[in-house]
């Protein structure tokens, strides 16, 4: 009984205890024993060759020698740690502890007892030690870094087997004194560290010492470094610091100090240099800056008359034999005044001076604009043009509007030039943030080769494409620019003679509507400058009369003179009855624009002055703000530029058109009449004939959507819907234009959604019927227009 308690006390203790019968060789193991190891029952049997099986080979050996010593008692117990394998086939580290319980009356043993414990945690943990150990030591003697230990109270110093390296210490079993330690340190040096080690222990903050071991030329030079280390009740213990070998760094510090003089002479030399050079560069960049201005100056000059009388031909040409040569003329003064602006655009990306301006914008209204520029295009070589905007698009996005829209129209002209049969679209898409514009064509394609540089400036697929279909190669360099300074960039992907697209993948995050201080119910204006007079300085007899035929159509009572001279002999024939402004040439004969400006503020010092110039760079404006003009046009004169200009720094509004009183005020039946007005300059009598065409030819469309609807036929739904599309934009019914945007986005896909659709559509399709029937009836019956109702279709 007190035999089963003692077992059960050990084993209650984790324990594992064997009993060994020597006379008889049998082994007792018990079942803590066994759990230990994972054996259950009679696995590891009852002898000890069965047990000393489990033991380890390499083990064996060192553990029967420690047992037959103490069974020879030779010791007073038998002590030996050794592996021995688990039932999962592993190896644990035991503790075996036993002694000779009972001996015969000649000293032979006759029962050994003894205990296992499992020792695999602290056996690991010890490997694991040494290892980090072993692994310190080789840092230390890579990095020639040693640590060391001092304890003042006993004058005790520890220290790693590098340290005692770098120091020339042989190793020793017993313990060095601070004295020994630092014995091998030059004396100078070792005053120098003795004071330093003192400081440290009575809590001075050390700085880094060095010192030399040793005498040339095998001397070491040691850097060391120290901290005073606490213990728990926060008293100094001992001084912790290291030496590292800084020898080869001191040879190099002064082997590179025997070059700085010679460096320092190199250096100066190359400033100069290099300071020259630069003066050239800035001299060039100058010089190039310079040569622009005036090739955009001696071509715009000429192109400002010539689109000026074009755009006057095509006015008053109209109905005549003559109108197409005029429209020809202007295109091409269109075209030529684009290669002009892809090159100072290109310049000033050069530059790094073409800055963007985020704003909030509509990205419908933003489509539709481009949409607007490039569907006759595709549609006079007889190509579809097809977009595709998602409801999933926020109204409002952040981003430089004009910019996107340059990026786009550049990218759907190329498309439509380099394409001759098929289509082209624009479709866009939203993933987070980011906004995917895909332009795709079935255009002529071109090769990977070819793709590789068609970003690079005045370049082209091949040879024959500048021939073929001209341009100046910089359209896609540009836009490349353009999108990488917005945080995006251009992906091509294209197949020869299968097609292209273009993907534009710009970072545009949803913003709020901007708000907009004037009303939105302000009805268009006609003659916008009506009541306003202008004194106007332009040497160039063919641009005065350009100017004087738009201003005169705007309303404005317009001055000329020839120069700056001139100007201010009738500025002052005023008298204090001023004009309202003054429009400044720049480059004149007998007076420059800059110096006028300077006199005509003496004299009228809230006078605006504005500044009209062939010249296009940035640095032309900022010459023109700085000597007081309020603003700067480029030649040629854009109406839609100028006039706003006036308007905005006479503080005059614009003058309603003099019917606008009988227009309809707001939306009705979804149009924005004082939008549509805006945008066809006021002419009641075309809006007029425009609804009464579209009222005329669209009588039956929600009747017929809704039979293609109930026949699910997604052709027909698809053409009707693709019509009443560029109707709506024709006629800003936005909700229509949504609507048929949808619907023919899902007859298209052959999707169940466009006939749930194709009734809403009919329905706002009705309702615009209706507004546009109340518009004709209030203005009397009008002829619609067949061109106007093939434009709709």
């Known amino acids: ?110 029962r050994v007892v003894g205990t296992y414990t499992d020792v695999t945690e602290r056996k690991q943990a010890e490997h694991a030690l040494l290892e980090k150990q072993q692994a310190l030591a080789e840092a230390q003697r890579i990095a020639h870094i040693g640590s060391w230990s001092w304890n003042p109270v006993a004058d005790i110093v520890t220290c790693s087997e590098e340290t005692l390296r770098l120091m020339g210490i042989a190793p020793s079993d017993g313990p060095l004194t601070l004295k020994q330690f630092l014995a091998p340190i030059a004396s100078e040096d070792r005053r120098r560290l003795v004071t330093w080690c003192r400081d440290g222990v009575a809590g001075s903050r050390l700085r880094d010492i ?9 001397a070491r030079v040691l850097n060391g470094r120290a901290f005073l280390q606490r213990d728990v009740h926060g008293r100094s213990s001992a001084l912790v610091g290291t030496f590292q070998d800084i020898t080869k760094r001191k040879a190099l510090e002064e082997e590179l100090d025997k070059h700085r003089h010679h460096l320092e002479g190199l250096v100066k030399s190359r400033t100069a240099e290099l300071e020259a050079a630069r003066a050239e560069a800035v001299h060039l960049a100058q010089v190039k800056t310079e040569f622009l201005a005036n090739m955009s100056h001696e071509i715009r000059t000429p192109l400002n008359a010539v689109m000026g009388l074009a755009q006057i031909g095509v006015r008053d040409s109209a109905g005549r034999r003559s109108h197409d040569t005029f429209v020809r003329i202007r295109e091409a003064g269109e075209h030529l005044l684009g290669v002009i602006n892809d090159i100072l655009d290109f310049s000033r990306l050069e530059a790094g001076r073409l800055a963007l301006d985020i704003q909030p914008l509509s990205l419908g209204s933003l489509i539709d604009n481009v949409e607007s520029l490039i569907r006759e295009r595709a549609e006079l070589k007889g190509l579809r043009f097809v977009t595709d905007l998602p409801d999933t698009l926020p109204d409002w996005v952040a981003g430089d509007a004009q910019r996107l829209r340059q990026i786009l129209v550049n990218l759907l002209a190329n498309a439509v030039k380099f394409t001759d049969r098929g289509e082209v679209s624009l479709r866009v898409e939203r ?23 068609l970003f690079r400036p005045f370049e082209q697929a091949d040879t024959s494409t500048t021939r073929r279909y001209g341009g100046s190669g910089l359209g896609l360099a540009i836009s490349q620019n353009l999108a990488r300074d917005m945080g995006g960039e251009i992906i091509v992907k294209s197949a020869l003679g299968v097609g292209s697209t273009f993907t534009l993948r710009v970072p545009l995050s ?21 009541g306003l007079r202008l004194l106007v300085a332009e040497d160039v007899e063919v641009n005065r009369l350009v100017l004087e035929d738009l201003l005169h159509q705007e309303g404005a009572e317009v001055t000329f003179a020839e120069h700056g001279r001139q100007l201010l002999e009738k500025l002052r024939e005023c008298g204090d009855d001023y004009p309202d402004a003054v429009l400044m040439d720049v480059q004149m004969p007998v007076m420059d624009g800059y110096e006028a400006t300077r006199r005509v503020l003496e004299m009228a010092p809230s006078l ?22 309020v603003e700067h046009v480029t030649k040629p004169v854009d109406a839609d530029i100028l006039v706003p200009a006036i308007l905005r720094h006479t503080g005059r509004q614009p003058r309603p058109a003099a019917a606008a009183a009988s227009s309809p005020a707001g939306h009705t039946g979804g149009i924005d009449w004082a939008a549509l007005l805006t945008r066809y300059k006021g002419r009641q009598d075309f809006v007029t004939k425009l609804a009464a065409t579209a009222l005329d030819s669209h009588r039956d469309t929600p009747a017929s959507l809704r039979v293609a609807a109930q026949q699910t036929d997604y052709g027909a739904l698809a053409f009707s819907a693709h019509a009443l ?16 945007r949808q619907v023919e986005k899902s007859a298209r896909a052959g999707s169940a959604q466009a006939v749930a659709e194709a009734d809403q559509l009919a329905q706002a399709v009705e309702r615009l019927l209706t507004a546009l029937a109340d518009r004709v009836g209030s203005d009397g019956n009008t002829e619609p227009s067949p061109g106007l109702v093939a434009r709709a279709r």
Request: hydrophobic share 40%; net charge neutral.
């Open 725 to 740: 599309k560029g109707l709506a934009g024709n006629l800003l019914a936005h909700e229509v234009e949504k609507l048929a």
């Open 510 to 530: 949803a913003t709020a509507a901007p708000v907009n201080k004037a009303s939105a119910q302000r009805e268009p204006q006609t003659k916008r400058l009506t």
């Open 1 to 110: 009984l007190a035999e089963r308690r003692w077992v059960m006390a050990l084993e209650t203790a984790g324990l594992g205890v064997w009993d060994w019968n020597v006379q008889t060789d049998a082994v007792f193991f018990s079942h803590r024993w066994k759990a230990m190891l994972g054996y259950q029952g009679n696995d590891v049997g009852g002898s000890p060759a069965r047990w000393l099986a489990l033991v380890h080979p390499d083990d064996r050996a060192g553990c029967q020698a420690a047992r037959e010593r103490h069974l020879r008692g030779e010791t007073p117990q038998y002590r030996h740690e050794h592996r021995v394998r688990a039932a999962d086939g592993t190896w644990r580290w035991m503790l075996d502890q036993g002694m000779v319980f009972e001996r015969q009356s000649d000293g032979r043993p006759l």
């Open 210 to 218: 060095e010192c030399q071991v040793g005498a040339p030329p095998g």
């Open 608 to 629: 605006p002055v504005i500044g009209l110039t062939a010249h296009a760079l940035s640095e032309e404006r900022d010459r023109c703000l700085a000597v007081g003009m």
């Open 431 to 453: 993933r987070g943030d980011e906004t995917l514009f895909r332009v795709t064509d079935t255009g002529i394609g071109i090769t990977d080769e070819q793709a590789a540089r």
